[in-house]
């Protein structure tokens, strides 16, 4: 490593920016966003680097822009290409319905309408090809496509898993007739058998990719013109990407801030030993909840974003609805509720005077002298008087004390925020009770003890930098490479060399990808029972022979689901994945601190500070408050570790 | 805005979270240990929480069909003396069940030597015997042709398991492996429960758990009758049949009047015709759930759902109607098309009262099944659902009493000796209007061996209503090789055989524009 290694976090207020250099000493700040065009925050960030810090190695990017994408429906005007007789699957979904007891709900609208879709004749079934592609037919469907103006093609065929050679012809028939325009093959994407969430897929590929292109070079176009390095982006699955290539898998940057979030949560748990750990990001609107197993993230493939389903592997965050901004009311019932409703950055809570009037949880911290420093990270006072005159308007309306209303607010919010813990982990398989804690972001330490308790678990880790964990994340992330192959066999019928790896890892080498050997090689076998209905990805070594990977996924089954069977494991599909780099810190609490136990202000420099609760300490751009009944230990590499009395 | 029953409205929403946490669990663990796609994968099951008086506090509900019904298992159990500790297993339609399927387990949590709660859990399981595999047969016209028939018995006694009602289920049923699994799967997702309620009871101290249970509940109750007072004094009456009973073509009316007085709702099921020969008819606790369900669409999504939703309502359902089957009647169609049908003719009475409801939904689940040598496969397809004044009905949706996914073509011909030539949206099926209905779905299925298709659908000549004078959905289609086939039947198949179903679409809303969706009538696919 040379140089810094910077990590920039797009959020919806606040670009956060951590840079670790060779010494492993950190430095990390906000600015503020431009949602306009988040490049330009991202810039600005890099360029107020500290006069003398040394020059920038690595920049890896952290962006909401294929999510915006998506939630605001701004992407690419699609043609799909589908089999004859299946070209309906966008809006067939899975026949579940919006939802369960609004009858008049509507799932949004696909990203491709019926009438940009063009049918292929040819057919392939298991067995093979049961009716041909001519050349002749699929230039026909070109010439069919040519007339809807498409900036890009999606082509999704049924059966392209087990043989893409009709996905190919079309493709080629389009490259003919339509040279300029990108074509996305399901094949290329995602080659795995369930043919809607490999279209959707697909389709959302080419849907975001002209975005993401153009979003990509302008902001490498902007660092290059400041004379910084070329960015790379975070993807879903918790590894980078250098800019060209982010550019051609748009669809795997739907979750690249939280995926920072996770993997900084998952270092910082490797670095002190943790092999379990839940974690937490509390911002103003949401709560990102992630799960962290053997020090990694957990890698899943599956998810949707903005009501559209993206199959690929991805790091398991789930997202609530519950943040600083949620809003506090009261229903026609007569209960206080918290959220949905969140006011956001804009208006924002009462106390940070940007015209907010509604009360808010981070209202109710205040009114409850949860907060450590009245001062925001952008030098704003906070208005302590105006989030208690609208903590006392809802307490006059329920008839109850101040402080029990405010209590109220913040038990509310705890308890929406623990079922997804809760969920997250107990769906695996999980006992939260044997996991840690990492609670990061604005609204994590604040929240850390209270959730603990909900759900049993007796460590919490308040990490160093909480308030910019994910440009953390993304500063050490190593880059990350992956390709999927479809196998559809019974393992029982396959030698132990009939999967594809050696060809799937020639694969990721010669891309360039990596020079020579260098990099960490992952082999993954997505395997079910046969006759189930869901996979389970195990991960395996190419050497592991037959029997050997069977016994993993027997394992991991028992571990997963609490039972095995009697009966054939199937291999759908196969992955590998190619590490490269990534950083590692040498995290350390450094110089005098300015710490005393009556201020109780963690600046990060070195101290020795044990806190019972009930207490709070101001750490940067956060407050950690230590319940009753739990004790704070500052931890040698920054940040806390809390233990439950 | 005053406290509910004493309780403190400050921490009400805490302790809904907590119990509804706990019946999520129970259906993870349920999940998470099930062997069946049918509960694994398209979650027909549901688990819930009663109190010590056996109201429902909690639900983790999928399938809608269970909502209500689930009270009537609890309630079974407490007459047979239970202890603390005890689990009971049932599916008896006439003593707290549904239809044979659904086998439900009931635990009764004990703490101290008292019963302190129940935990319930109701699931689908793909045979239980009889006549016919996957225990759904068409053209029973007796319960005991449809599977084994279990009262609610005891398969552990204060915490210890008794095996010998469990060896004789298995012993009756065609699948026992998956079975035993199965139910494995349940008696986790109660323990799961017992648990969690146990420690909530020492967190929050049993007078307080007791006290929040009676505020939620009360909570839950007032938000339904707050709805019900904003309907006004209103009254309307409607009525449906069902398209024969699978024994006979001959309609089988349901007829339901609406009215509300003094801020309660009753619903008068007089004029439903006699219980039927054939299998679908439903007993009380099915009709009771279609009821339950019809109120819970009119309240907002964020209401918990517990018993507080059902008192709010007064059923009178005529003693042994179709929708109040007495033993020995078969019913096992009747939970699913029946209780669709009790849900559509409640829309209607409430339509017909002026309450802003959507048209009808294609008013079926279309149960399907192929069976050939050594397999079987079900499945249930979505259709068109009505337009309201907010907008166009969804189409290729379950409408009513489920909400279980598709089967994806490529699993599908990867499994079976089936290849879907088609499976497509049925373009222009839902009903014209200002807002039109939602549009079935065609699914095309060509054999591949010779076997048997089963047929069990509804709608095929009584289409679904519009609503505020928009027009009624495109009715239901089978067909064999292109020709028309009946709404109920079973037919022998060759290899390279076409059977084509396309599902009704929705019922319009509101007069018909002069062009565009407004009048499409004329191109409904057939």
């Not at chain 1, 509507?106 to 093979?128: S, T």
Request: proline letters at 6%; a negative charge; aromatic letters at 4%.
């Amino acid at each position: 490593m040379s140089g810094l290694s910077v990590g920039v976090d797009v959020g919806g207020t606040f670009t956060d920016l951590a840079a670790v250099a060779d010494d492993g000493s950190v430095i990390a700040y906000k600015v503020s966003s431009t949602p306009g065009d988040q490049s330009e925050g991202v810039e600005r960030a890099l360029t107020r680097l500290p006069p003398g810090a040394p020059p920038v190695g690595t920049i890896v990017h952290g962006t909401t822009v294929v999510t915006n994408m998506l939630l605001e429906r701004t992407g690419a005007r699609v043609v799909l290409c589908a089999t004859d007789g299946a070209t309906d699957l966008l809006e067939l979904r899975r026949q579940e319905r919006a939802a369960l007891y609004d009858l008049s709900a509507h799932h949004p609208p696909p990203l491709v309408p019926a009438d940009r879709i063009v049918g292929v004749p040819g057919r392939i079934a298991p067995e093979g090809v049961v009716r041909p592609l001519s050349a002749t037919a699929a230039a026909e469907v070109a010439e069919r496509v040519a007339t809807l103006a498409p900036d890009v093609v999606a082509v999704s065929l049924l059966h392209a898993y087990a043989d893409p050679s009709h996905e190919r012809t079309v493709a080629d028939a389009l490259r003919n007739r339509l040279p300029s325009c990108d074509v996305v093959c399901s094949t290329d994407v995602l080659p795995e058998i369930r043919e809607y969430e490999r279209t959707a897929t697909t389709v959302c590929e080419a849907y975001v990719r002209p975005g993401v292109g153009r979003y990509v070079a302008r902001l490498a176009q902007r660092l290059h013109s400041a004379g910084l390095p070329e960015p790379s982006v975070m993807s879903s699955s918790g590894g980078t990407a250098p800019a060209p290539v982010a550019a051609f898998n748009g669809a795997s940057l739907a979750l690249s801030g939280p995926a920072g979030g996770v993997a900084g949560a998952a270092y910082i748990a490797r670095t002190l030993g943790i092999e379990r750990a839940l974690t937490i990001d509390i911002g103003g609107t949401s709560a990102d909840v992630g799960l962290v197993l053997g020090g990694e993230p957990l890698l899943e493939a599956g998810g949707a974003v903005a009501g559209v389903p993206i199959a690929l592997a991805r790091v398991l965050v789930e997202t609530v609805s519950a943040g600083g901004g949620s809003i506090a009311w009261v229903d026609d019932g007569g209960a206080l509720r918290v959220g949905p409703r969140s006011a956001g950055a804009r208006p924002g809570p009462v106390a940070f005077h940007r015209g907010g009037t509604q009360p808010t949880v981070t209202d109710a911290h205040i009114a409850l002298g949860n907060i450590a420093s009245t001062t925001m990270s952008d030098g704003v006072e906070l208005d302590v008087a105006g989030a208690i005159a609208a903590i006392d308007a809802l307490s006059a309306r329920i008839g109850a004390s101040r402080q029990a209303t405010a209590e109220a607010i913040v038990a509310i919010v705890d308890a929406s925020m623990a079922r997804a813990l809760r969920r997250v982990s107990v769906e695996r398989g999980i006992d939260p009770r044997e996991c840690a804690l990492v609670a990061f972001g604005g609204g994590g330490p604040l929240h850390a003890c209270g959730l603990a308790e909900r759900i049993g678990v007796r460590t919490v880790i308040v990490p160093p930098y909480a308030g910019v964990l994910s440009a953390l994340g993304l500063a050490i992330a190593p880059q990350r490479y992956i390709t999927t192959a479809s196998v559809m066999r019974v393992l029982g019928e396959l030698g132990a060399d009939m999967l594809p790896f050696s060809s799937l890892e020639t694969t990721l080498r010669s891309n360039g990808h990596s020079n020579g050997d260098g990099g960490a090689v992952k082999h993954f076998a997505r395997a079910r029972y046969v006759g189930q209905g869901h996979e389970l990805d195990v991960e395996v070594s190419p050497s592991l022979g037959v029997d050997g990977i069977r016994q993993r996924f027997l394992a991991r089954h028992d571990e997963r689901f609490g039972f095995t069977l009697d009966r054939d494991v199937e291999i759908v599909s196969v992955r590998c994945s190619l590490s490269v780099g990534g950083h590692t810190m040498q995290l350390a609490r450094r110089g005098r601190s300015a710490w005393s136990d009556e201020t109780r202000l963690d600046d990060g420099g070195e101290l020795m500070g044990v806190v019972a609760g009930r207490a709070t300490i101001g750490l940067p751009d956060a407050t950690l408050l230590v319940a009753d009944g739990w004790t704070a230990r500052s931890l040698g590499i920054g940040g806390w570790a809390l233990e439950a009395r | 805005m005053t406290a509910t029953s004493g309780f403190d409205p400050l921490a009400l929403m805490v302790m809904s979270n907590a119990v509804s946490m706990i019946a999520e669990e129970m259906g993870v663990v349920l999940e998470r240990g099930a062997l069946s796609p049918n509960i694994r994968e398209r979650r027909d099951a549901s688990s819930a929480l009663f109190d010590a008086r056996g109201r429902m506090v909690a639900q983790a509900a999928h399938i809608p069909v269970h909502l209500g019904a689930m009270p009537e298992s609890v309630r079974a159990v407490m007459t047979q003396g239970p202890e603390p500790g005890d689990v009971f297993l049932l599916n008896d339609p006439y003593a707290g069940g549904s239809h044979l399927p659904d086998l439900t387990m009931v635990e009764a949590i004990g703490d101290g030597g008292a019963i302190v709660g129940f935990a319930a859990v109701r699931a689908h399981h793909a045979d239980v015997g009889g006549m016919s595999p996957g225990s759904m047969p068409q053209g029973a016209t007796e319960l005991f042709q449809e599977g084994i028939i279990v009262p609610p018995v005891r398969i552990a006694r204060r915490g210890i398991p008794v095996d010998d009602v469990l060896r004789l289920v298995l012993a009756n049923v065609r699948t026992p492996a998956e079975r035993h699994g199965d139910l494995a799967a349940q008696r986790a997702a109660c323990a799961a429960g017992r648990e969690g309620w146990l420690a909530l009871r020492l967190r929050e101290t049993p007078a307080r758990l007791d006290a929040a249970c009676e505020a939620l509940l009360d909570y839950t109750r007032r938000r339904a009758l707050a709805r019900i007072a904003e309907l006004g004094d209103i009254h309307g009456r409607g009525v449906d049949a069902l398209e024969g009973d699978g024994v006979s073509d001959a309609d089988v009316p349901v007829a339901a009047e609406v009215s509300v007085r003094d801020g309660r709702m009753r619903l008068d099921f007089t004029g439903t015709a006699p219980a039927v020969r054939g299998n679908v008819n439903c007993p009380r606790s099915v009709t009771r759930a279609a009821a339950v369900f019809v109120l819970r669409t009119l309240l907002d999504d964020d209401v918990p759902t517990n018993d507080g939703i059902a008192e709010a309502l007064d059923l009178a359902i005529p003693a042994g109607c179709a929708i109040d089957a007495r033993w020995p009647s078969a019913v096992a169609a009747g939970n699913v098309e029946m209780s669709t049908r009790i849900t559509d003719t409640i829309f209607a009475a409430l339509g017909n009262a002026g309450v802003a409801v959507p048209a009808q939904g294609q008013g079926t689940m279309n149960n399907i099944t192929f069976g050939g040598v050594g397999w079987t496969f079900y499945e249930t397809l979505g259709g068109g659902q009505g337009a309201s004044a907010r907008g166009p009905g969804p189409s290729a949706v379950h409408v009513g009493m489920s909400n279980t996914r598709n089967t994806p073509i490529e699993s599908l011909e990867h499994a079976y000796p089936i290849r879907i030539d088609e499976y497509a949206v049925r373009r222009g099926s839902g009903g014209a209007g200002a807002f039109a209905g939602g549009d079935g779905v065609v699914r095309r299925y060509r054999v591949l061996e010779r076997c048997t298709v089963t047929l069990v659908t509804e709608r095929r000549r009584h289409a679904p209503s519009g609503i505020a004078g928009g027009a009624p959905g495109a009715p239901g289609v089978n067909q064999l090789n292109g020709k028309a086939i009946p709404a109920k039947c079973r037919m022998e198949l060759e290899p390279g055989d076409v059977v084509t179903v396309m599902t009704p679409g929705g019922g319009g809303w509101g007069t018909g524009r002069e062009s565009g969706i407004g009048n499409r009538e004329s191109s409904v696919a057939v």
